[in-house]
Structure formats: C-alpha cells, structure tokens
C-alpha cells in the first residue's frame, strides 16, 4: 500500500514537472509537420514533374530550368530588387529622421509615435485597399486635383505598367516606416547620456554629435532593421494582391505573387515549387548570416 502510494506521488510530480512539455507538444509537433513538413514537400516538388496535379517522379533541375527561362519570373526578380532597394532604404532614412526628430523631446511626443505607428498595425491588404483608392486616377489623387481646378495634374502610376511597382513601395514606406523609427527611437533613447553631454561641453553642434557619436552607435539596429525589411519585402504578397494584382499585365509581379499564380492559376505546381525554394534560399541567405553574427557577439559578451 505504502508503495502504491509513494509511486502514485512520483508519477503525479512528475506529471506537474513536465505539465507544460505536455500542453505545448501537440502545438510543437502539429509546428514541425505544417511548417517543416511542408517545407520538405515543396522541395521535393521542385525536382518533380509535377504540373497541375503531384507528380512524384524525380525530374532533376528540370523545372528550375523551366523557371529561369520564364521572362515573367525575371520581370519579379527586377521587380524585387527594384522595390526592395527602394523599400529598405528610404524606410531606413525616413525611420531614423523620424526617430531623430522625436528625440528631440517635442510636445505631443506620444501622439505623433501613435500616428507614426499606427500604419503598422494595419494588414497589408488594408494598406494596399486604401492606396489603391488614393492612387486610382478615376476617384484618388488624380481627380481631386482635377475638380481643385489643376487640370493637367497627371498621376497614373497605378495603371502604367512602367511605374506601377512604384506604387507598392510607396504602399509599403507608408506602413513600415514607423515601426523602423520605432526601432532607432529605442535604441536613441539607450545611448549613454554622459557622452552627449561631454560632447556638448568639447562644443560639438547638434548635427556633429548624431552623425558622430549616436548613430555610429546604434549600427546594430540598421542592421536588424535592414534584415527584417528585406524579411518583409521577399515575402511580400498580400499587399501587391490588393495594390495592384501584379498588374498591368504581370509589370508588377514580384516572386511571392508569381509563386501564387503559378500553382493556382497556370496549373504549373513544379514552377511554383521551384520560384518558393528559390524566395526560402534568399530569405535563408539574409537570415542565417545575422543570426550567426548575433549568436556569435553573444558568446563574445557572455
């Protein structure tokens, strides 16, 4: 009896040990099949000869080649390296101003962080809905301007296959540009007071002191910034869906909405396979590099 008991204690402690291991397996292992599991089929698509169904023979590299000899899938790669060169580095300018400027302790500090970052609160397709209707030359910007009287204002990006992308990175600056100055306006706000003022007392303007001393010290955070805007811009789907459809035409098309059409709308799942491989191998390629440096400085520090 008094062994019964003794084990019925163990098993009943050990069940409260191991409680949460319990609760969150089913989340972690339904995680590694959804997530991973996927992963690994889709690779293996991609060397198939999968075209409107699952074809599960090896194909070599025969759909990567398919791919690569597809002008609409090097219209999405220029369009990304257009969208996301542009995207990246005018968040990152218009983040630090912005940021620099709320250093600055103004009035309605709290407010204007609010505004500032209220876009990012908003989901894509929101985003790309309202712009849509901002930038429609038949009710937007255009016609305001015309029934102001300005009669020769033109502004068609959104149906001009030239500039159209243009508008998915006006779209996008809109939304992320906040949560950067979000970021720099942390990492202002942890410089170490005591420099700024011996800079202030050495006579260094306002100006000096920034591009000398505090944004040389937060190099840190452009980088994280720069890493999860290029996160957000390979992976950018939904707002290009409700902006522009990736049209004219496919002008806007970038990978992640080629990869959508391909599998859903040309029947061609091996393509779509191989165009997702390719958007993990450059998410992989930004990722893994920053996570071994921050693994890397913090093994340093420890």
């Known amino acids: 009896m008094g062994a019964s008991s003794s084990t019925e204690s163990n098993l009943m402690a050990s069940l409260q040990r191991n409680l949460s291991k319990i609760v969150v397996a089913p989340s972690f292992a ?71 400027l709320l250093d600055q302790r103004i009035r309605a500090e709290g407010v204007l962080r609010t505004v500032f970052l209220y876009p990012m609160a908003l989901s894509f397709i929101v985003t790309g809905t309202v712009w849509k209707w901002i930038l429609n030359p038949g009710l937007g910007l255009e016609k305001m301007m015309h029934d102001l009287g300005w ?49 202030y007392m050495d006579g260094a303007s306002l100006p000096r002191i920034y591009f000398g001393i505090i944004i040389p010290s937060i190099r840190p955070v452009f980088l994280s910034a720069i890493v999860v805007l290029a996160h957000l811009a390979v992976k950018s789907f939904d707002l290009v869906i409700a902006l522009t459809g990736g049209g004219p035409g496919y002008s806007s098309d970038l990978p992640a909405t080629f990869m959508y059409t391909m599998a859903f709308q040309r029947n061609q799942l091996g393509v779509s396979a191989a165009s997702a491989m390719m958007m993990l191998a450059t998410v992989m390629a930004i990722i893994v590099p920053y996570l071994y440096s921050e693994l890397r400085g913090g093994k340093k520090n420890g």
């Open 30 to 100: 339904a995680s590694l099949f959804f997530v991973y599991g996927f992963i690994i089929w889709t690779a293996w698509m991609a060397f198939s000869k999968s075209r409107m169904m699952p074809v599960y023979d090896w194909a070599g590299l025969r759909q990567y080649e398919r791919l690569w000899q597809m002008e609409r899938w090097h219209v999405a790669i220029e369009n990304l390296l257009i969208f996301g060169g542009l995207f990246i580095v005018i968040c990152l300018v218009l983040g630090c101003l912005l940021a620099v």
């Open 151 to 199: 009669a020769s204002f033109k502004f068609d990006w959104l149906v001009n296959s030239d500039f159209a992308i243009y508008t998915v990175v006006i779209a996008a600056v809109w939304q992320a540009s906040g949560f950067v100055m979000a970021m720099f306006l942390a990492a202002l706000r942890g410089v170490d007071q005591d420099i700024i003022r011996a800079a």
